[in-house]
């Protein structure tokens, strides 16, 4: 706590956002100058056999969404058959989770950022080992789950690989991460003001 008082005393006065806090420091900051601030993902089984999304570790920023075959017999035109099916080269599928979610806001009013967002969204990202290991990607590169959206969560794979891909019961798909959304209000105007980039994209900015 020493150490927690001095850095305050000395350098919390010129820190602009939690961010530029260091790592180690992060928790005293946390517990000692703000209520704590989380999200709560409901969520419901639509099949026993589904799992919960886990954290593998203490450091993931996403959850793992994990395959729910063992009831179902066709995916897609593909034969589903011991809680299996083969994805073949260039084909795709979507993968059922047998689950359902909605975020809840919970325990809100921070001292030091009093304004947190009113929703967020699941972002579905793929799988590295997937990817790298395999070719095999999501077919829509990031799923994106609305806050208001309270049906199945499905992971569309497609495979980019050489040979079939097997998906089996309980294997781990796709991660799920959660961030805050911005609503925005469009406005149409007569012109836009001008920047050093201006209308320049793909890859004009260059390489190097």
Sequence with gaps: MELFNLYKSKFLPE????????????????????????????????????????????????????????????????????????IPVGGRVTIPTGIAIEPVIKSLKCKQNPAF?????????????????????LANSVGVIDCDYRGEVGVTLINHGDKPFVVTHGDRIAQLAFMPVAAARFVEAASLSDTERGAGGFGSTGTR
């Design 117 to 137: 967002p009113d929703s967020y969204v699941g972002l579905v990202f793929g799988r590295s080992g997937f990817g790298v290991k395999h070719g095999v990607t």
């Design 15 to 86: 820190v602009r956002g939690f961010v530029n806090i260091p790592t180690f420091l992060r928790p005293l900051f946390l517990y000692k100058n703000t209520e704590v601030h989380m999200i709560q993902i409901n969520f419901t089984k639509l099949r026993p056999s589904a799992r919960e999304p886990f954290y593998a570790t203490s450091g993931s920023a996403a959850a793992d969404l994990f395959a729910c075959l063992d009831d179902i017999t066709e995916l897609g035109g593909l034969a589903v058959a011991g809680g299996a099916v083969t």
